[in-house]
């Protein structure tokens, strides 16, 4: 079992531009979750897809936008970079048949820099 | 959702006992408390989670006061590979899947 994996490793980008960001969850896994978490700091939560669509959104303006697939992989899209975009993006995948257990495994993380 | 309170920072010994305090007095009963932790350059890994009840996994144990305001996540024989940011994560079950909301956890140095 490869877990969560997320490509690319690491992402430079300008301000202004456009990123597109890549999940796949671990085997058996159909909700997916995204986080931003700049240095020194906690993980903050963007938002999360349960069958294709967005189930729950965090405090991010509507620059970040994403997508699930038939496959439960899941794409996060950011428009109009900022630098203070620039951070750590962890994608976590979970189960909805686990019920009230919320064991969200995490990948190892996009490094975006924005210049 | 409830806040929390946890140190910035502990230090502690190879193969010692380690306690990691939480307090979370705005917890509401349904609330589930989480723990995750971060090891250096990695993602969050999930380490143990409780209601009420003190819980054990192969990872940790997990000590809920009777009022619930606050827990304790017990590294029974702490190593090296323990050094990590330790995250306490009071969850509203809602019955369904909900998202986490990270503090900014408790460093833990463990000293060979």
């Known amino acids: 079992d490869a877990g969560v994996t997320q490509s690319p490793t690491h992402l430079i980008k300008t301000r202004g531009q456009q990123v597109t960001l890549r999940c796949s969850p671990k085997?058996?896994?159909?909700?997916v979750s995204w986080y931003q978490q700049a240095l020194g700091q906690g993980p903050q939560f963007i938002f999360q897809?349960?069958?294709?669509?967005?189930?729950q959104r965090g405090n991010f303006p509507d620059r970040f936008s994403g997508h699930q697939f038939p496959n439960y992989s899941s794409e996060l899209n950011v428009n109009a970079l900022l630098l203070g975009d620039s951070a750590l993006y962890l994608c976590?995948?979970?189960?909805?048949?686990?019920?009230?257990?919320?064991?969200?495994?995490f990948g190892p993380g996009t490094r975006l820099t924005v210049l | 959702d409830a806040k929390t309170t946890q140190p910035n920072s502990m230090e502690s010994n190879e193969e010692e006992p380690v306690h990691l305090p939480c307090n979370h007095s705005?917890?509401?009963?349904?609330?589930?408390i989480h723990w995750y932790r971060q090891l250096p350059s990695q993602g969050p890994e999930y380490v143990i989670h409780?209601?009420?009840s003190n819980v054990n996994n192969r990872m940790a144990s997990l000590a809920i006061a009777e009022d619930r305001k606050s827990s304790t996540l017990i590294l029974h024989r702490a190593t090296l590979r323990d050094a990590a940011v330790y995250y306490c994560?009071?969850?509203?079950?809602?019955?369904?899947?909900?998202?986490?909301?990270f503090g900014k956890g408790t460093k833990l140095s463990v000293k060979p």
């Open positions: 976590a995948s979970s189960s909805e048949d686990r019920g009230f257990i919320n064991e969200q495994f």
């Open positions: 085997s058996g896994h159909d909700t």
């Open positions: 897809y349960y069958e294709e669509e967005e189930r």
């Open positions: 705005t917890i509401s009963g349904t609330d589930y």
């Open positions: 409780g209601l009420t």
């Open positions: 994560i009071p969850e509203n079950y809602g019955g369904s899947q909900g998202n986490l909301i």
